[in-house]
Nanobody, 117 residues
Framework: QLQLVESGGGLVQPGGSLRLSCAAS????????MGWYRQAPGKQRELVAL?????????VDTVKGRFTISRDNAKNAVTVYLQMNSLKPEDTAVYYCNLNPWRSDYWGQGTQVTVSS
C-alpha cells in the first residue's frame, strides 16, 4: 500500500530553521516527482517545492534561497526532505508532501509549521 507520512513541524521563531521529512513507502515513488505543499489558514494549498527522480528541483519564488528540497531513494521507500531556513511568519501553514502533479488519494495529515515570536 502506498503511503505518505509527514513529520518535523513545530513552533519556531522568525529566522529559525526546521527540517521536514516525508516517508513514502513503496518503491513506486522512486521514479516519480515529489513535492512539498502548504496550506495556510484561509488560503488555497500551494506547491512550495518539487524534486524529480533525478534530483532536479524547483521552488515557488517566496521560498527561493531559504528552502531546500531533497530526496533519498531507498530500495522500497523514498524519503523527501524540506530544509527550511530563515523562516518568516508567512511560512506558517500545514505542510504536506505528495506527488507532482498531486493525487487526491495521497494527501496525508500534514505537519504544522508555526513561525511566531
Amino acid at each position: 500500500q502506498l503511503q505518505l507520512v509527514e513529520s518535523g513541524g513545530g513552533l519556531v521563531q522568525p529566522g529559525g530553521s526546521l527540517r521536514l521529512s516525508c516517508a513514502a513507502s513503496g518503491s513506486f515513488f522512486s521514479i516519480l516527482t515529489m513535492g512539498w505543499y502548504r496550506q495556510a489558514p484561509g488560503k488555497q494549498r500551494e506547491l512550495v517545492a518539487l524534486v524529480t527522480s533525478g534530483g532536479i528541483t524547483n521552488y515557488v519564488d517566496t521560498v527561493k534561497g531559504r528552502f531546500t528540497i531533497s530526496r533519498d531513494n531507498a530500495k522500497n521507500a523514498v524519503t523527501v526532505y524540506l530544509q527550511m531556513n530563515s523562516l518568516k511568519p508567512e511560512d506558517t501553514a500545514v505542510y504536506y508532501c505528495n506527488l507532482n502533479p498531486w493525487r487526491s488519494d495521497y494527501w496525508g495529515q500534514g505537519t504544522q509549521v508555526t513561525v511566531s515570536s
